[in-house]
């Protein structure tokens, strides 16, 4: 195995096609697709599989590729410290439930390292995505919470998948509503007063089980019920519909405008809210400072 394979089988991915692939690197098809077959002779695995409709990456190799981009970002770090090389271009991913101040710190470690060229990624995802890009290496890093109800499930599968979680901060239950909603005038709020409301959650897919739930209490049965993907969707019917979401009560003005607020819930639970990531894997640079990112933008809140 070298380099070059390894910068050949991550330019196949990228361009989604040996043709394209072979045109960036300057050599002939028959000579790319034979250094892609040698490898993956040496490696035992299928990287590649060929459909008629062009390739597709397999299981295998999406695990193999992540690590490929380690082992070519950190030679990339080497000519770029010892030859004074400026040639890479930086790739990144993060999957995260629907956190603000996973945004905010996506954001710093893009202007910090971004350049001329990069390639982030940040999935605001279902829960069992998240542990599923993690423990494949799709994303370096991912985000999310565990509270009394649902911390046995999601542990158990951190460990099974060879993942680590570090704790970000514990949370007391917030609800978001809009700042005209009939209760934003309370500085806590009970179940009770929200009865009437609609309340709005995030589609987890197959995996709607409610230890995959993004907000806490999503056991309690309620009258009004709206599943949504995406946050701006979530947040515009929490405002047109007076309807309200479960989380941590951290919240961006800058991200969700001054519409919605956090209001404490009156109960008696938590949100212990971290990040995972693969346990025999050192963080890049980037991933480094995506982690001291984070604890920035969560520190007025701990």
Do not use: C
């Not at 901060?169 to 934003?184: D, E």
């Amino acid at each position: 195995m070298t380099l070059q394979q390894l910068k050949y089988i991550v330019t196949v991915a990228d361009k989604g096609s040996i043709s394209d692939a072979a045109k960036e690197l300057f050599i002939s098809q028959p000579s790319l697709t034979n250094a892609i077959k040698e490898l993956e002779n040496e490696m035992q695995i299928t990287i590649f599989s060929r459909t008629n409709k062009g390739i597709v990456v397999s299981n295998a190799g999406d695990e193999f590729l992540a690590y490929a981009r380690q082992v070519l970002e950190q030679a990339n770090l080497l000519e770029e410290r010892f030859l004074n090389v400026k040639k890479q271009s930086p790739r990144f991913s993060v999957s995260t439930q629907h956190y603000s101040f996973a945004v905010n710190a996506f954001v710093d470690v893009i202007r910090e390292f971004g350049g001329s060229q990069y390639d982030f990624t940040l999935r605001e995802t279902q829960t069992y995505e998240i542990i599923e890009d993690v423990s494949r290496l799709k994303s370096e890093i991912g985000i999310l919470y565990t509270s009394s109800k649902n911390k046995e499930v999601i542990m158990k599968l951190i460990k099974q998948n060879s993942l680590e979680f570090e704790e970000l901060f514990v949370a007391n239950p917030h609800v978001f509503i809009s700042s005209k909603h009939p209760l934003s005038g309370k500085d806590e709020i009970t179940l009770d007063e929200l009865e009437e409301y609609p309340y709005l959650s995030f589609e987890q897919g197959d995996y709607n089980a409610f230890y995959f739930s993004e907000e806490i209490l999503s056991t309690l049965d309620r009258n009004k019920n709206i599943k949504v993907r995406d946050r701006a969707t979530l947040f515009n019917l929490v405002i047109g519909l007076n309807g309200y979401t479960v989380s941590t009560g951290v919240i961006s003005r800058e991200l969700n405008g001054e519409n919605i607020i956090a209001k404490r819930l009156k109960v008696n639970e938590y949100m212990r809210v971290g990040t995972i990531k693969q346990k025999n894997v050192t963080l890049s640079r980037y991933g480094k400072a995506y982690m001291e990112a984070l604890k920035m933008h969560i520190s007025e809140y701990i």
